[in-house]
């Protein structure tokens, strides 16, 4: 089996939600278009964002219906990266929390896609 290489979200505005996440992954787009932008991740993935309006074949996915979870190093950053999305607006669904994985938290993105920040419980 081949590596996944792009995870793709259905956005109502592609070049509003590349700005969106170029600000937050500090990272600028490597692709873009009125329907389409593409920015890296680490390690090759990539995120596209397509245009709910064109692509092919058409879907019915809402925003909300997507989850991106983002690892970091402990619960303290957990914290620490809620404060600052927090800071920057970006609505939050679910407050910090420790659950039976480890330390977590849910923000949301301009089309309702969530995005999980969590620490990994330990052993």
């Known amino acids: 089996m081949t590596d996944a290489s792009l995870v793709i979200l259905y956005v ?3 070049p509003a939600s590349a700005a969106f996440y170029r600000d937050l992954l500090g990272k600028p787009p490597v692709e873009s278009s009125p329907t389409f932008a593409m920015l890296p991740f680490r390690d090759g993935l ?3 964002l397509w245009s709910r309006r064109t692509v092919e ?3 019915e ?3 909300g219906a997507t989850e ?3 690892t970091v190093a402990g619960p303290a950053e957990v914290d620490a990266v809620h404060r600052d999305w927090r800071s920057r607006g970006l609505p939050i669904a679910q ?3 420790d659950m039976d994985f480890g330390r977590t938290f849910v923000a ?3 089309d309702g896609h969530r995005l999980r920040v969590f620490a990994p419980e330990m052993p």
């Open 12 to 14: 109502a505005d592609p």
């Open 46 to 48: 990539m995120l596209g």
């Open 57 to 59: 074949p058409a879907a």
């Open 61 to 63: 996915a809402a925003g």
């Open 68 to 70: 991106l979870a983002f």
């Open 95 to 97: 407050a910090p929390a």
């Open 108 to 110: 949301l993105d301009p």
